[in-house]
């Protein structure tokens, strides 16, 4: 399939995308004077902007390439997940969340003044969900598995507490049963917890945190980090995101690594599942790996381009290749 009829197949097709959401919140000021009380800035407020974080932002980017979007996550009983239900219903993103009284809705805020971010507060529990919660959410699951079961499965891990090792093989179990492609971007506490998986896509920080040897943005090392995570996990692809040096993909028999594109950044918030997005059209269209690289390097460049975070487009994909 050429790379730009697979770009516009995209449209129509069914991803569940099933991780930890946040809702990140921006605070916009001004500030021209210190504090009185202590050795600080002033911020005075202009105004506030809610965006979709976390598993949410990888569902927006699914949902701007033209695909039905299903999202599975675990929240708080507040009014930030209140806001993330909103817009939720605004992208018309099907979700399915799954409320716990006492755990927050993640958030994270960043105070901005002009071009500067001030400072990050995070609001947030990485308690493991409850069996109560766990029983209701693989409830819900399968039963949304008999009604219309999806073409590709992201497992989007923030540590949150919602993809327990016993979430995780509970997921992973039912996918393979259907022969569903899984596609992983992994954190730290739950690593090697994804064996089978279709896609294996973490960053090249996370890779050095979880091998015992030294990492770098060079082939030799990738190729041999690769063949680590392989003898653990067992799966299909790997692709590493290397920031300004670009992407590593490999299929344990071919690997490449597909440079970053120069251009302005304005702002690398999102890039990442952005990346997450493209890659897993990529592999439900059966694409090469290095067309998957590519394509998931010009979309996390363009995002990039673009202050704030931005879900990639299909129309943005596709002016790329014409």
Same mark, same amino acid.
């Given at each position: 399939?050429?790379?730009?009829?697979?770009?516009?197949?995209?449209?129509?097709?069914?991803?569940?995308?099933?991780?930890?959401?946040?809702?990140?919140?921006?605070?916009?000021?001004?500030?021209?004077?210190?504090?009185?009380?202590?050795p600080i800035p002033i911020l005075n407020h202009t105004n506030t902007r809610h965006a979709l974080g976390g598993a949410a932002n990888v569902a927006a980017n699914l949902k701007g390439?033209?695909?039905?979007?299903?999202?599975?996550?675990?929240?708080?009983?507040?009014?930030?997940?209140?806001?993330?239900?909103?817009?939720?219903?605004?992208?018309?993103?099907?979700?399915?969340?799954?409320?716990?009284?006492?755990?927050p809705t993640t958030s994270k805020t960043r105070v901005i003044a002009g071009n500067h971010q001030m400072i990050r507060i995070d609001h947030e529990?990485?308690?493991?969900?409850?069996?109560?919660?766990?029983?209701?959410?693989?409830?819900?699951?399968?039963?949304?598995?008999?009604? *219309?079961?999806? $073409? +590709?499965?992201?497992?989007?891990?923030?540590?949150? /507490?919602?993809?327990?090792?016993? !979430?995780?093989?509970?997921?992973?179990?039912?996918?393979?049963?259907?022969e569903i492609p899984v596609i992983v971007d992994p954190k730290k506490s739950n690593f090697f917890s994804f064996q089978g998986c279709t896609l294996f896509k973490p960053n090249i920080k996370e890779c050095a945190s979880q091998v015992p040897f030294p990492v770098s943005a060079d082939k030799t090392t990738l190729d041999k980090a690769d063949k680590y995570f392989r003898e653990k996990l067992n799966h299909q692809t790997s692709m590493i995101t290397l920031a300004e040096h670009g992407i590593y993909i490999s299929d344990g028999h071919s690997s490449f690594i597909v440079p970053t594109e120069i251009r302005q950044v304005a702002d690398?918030?999102?890039?990442g599942d952005t990346?997450?997005?493209?890659?897993?059209?990529?592999?439900?269209?059966?694409?090469?790996?290095?067309?998957?690289?590519? *394509?998931?390097? $010009? +979309?996390?460049?363009?995002?990039?381009?673009?202050? /704030?975070?931005?879900?990639?487009? !299909?129309?943005?994909?596709?002016?790329?290749?014409?």
């Open positions: 399939m050429a790379i730009l009829d697979a770009i516009r197949s995209f449209s129509g097709t069914e991803v569940w995308v099933i991780g930890d959401i946040i809702l990140d919140i921006y605070l916009y000021g001004k500030v021209d004077r210190i504090s009185p009380e202590a390439l033209g695909a039905n979007v299903s999202l599975f996550s675990l929240v708080g009983a507040d009014k930030e997940s209140e806001y993330l239900v909103t817009m939720l219903d605004l992208e018309e993103i099907n979700h399915h969340l799954v409320s716990e009284l006492d755990r529990s990485t308690v493991d969900i409850i069996d109560e919660s766990l029983k209701a959410f693989q409830s819900t699951f399968t039963e949304q598995l008999k009604v *219309l079961p999806p $073409q +590709a499965i992201v497992l989007e891990d923030y540590n949150k /507490g919602l993809l327990t090792n016993e !979430l995780i093989t509970f997921l992973l179990t039912k996918a393979k049963e259907l690398v918030s999102g890039a990346v997450t997005a493209v890659a897993t059209l990529g592999v439900m269209k059966a694409l090469s790996l290095m067309e998957i690289a590519q *394509l998931s390097n $010009q +979309a996390a460049g363009h995002v990039c381009s673009i202050p /704030g975070v931005h879900a990639i487009q !299909l129309e943005e994909l596709i002016h790329f290749y014409q």
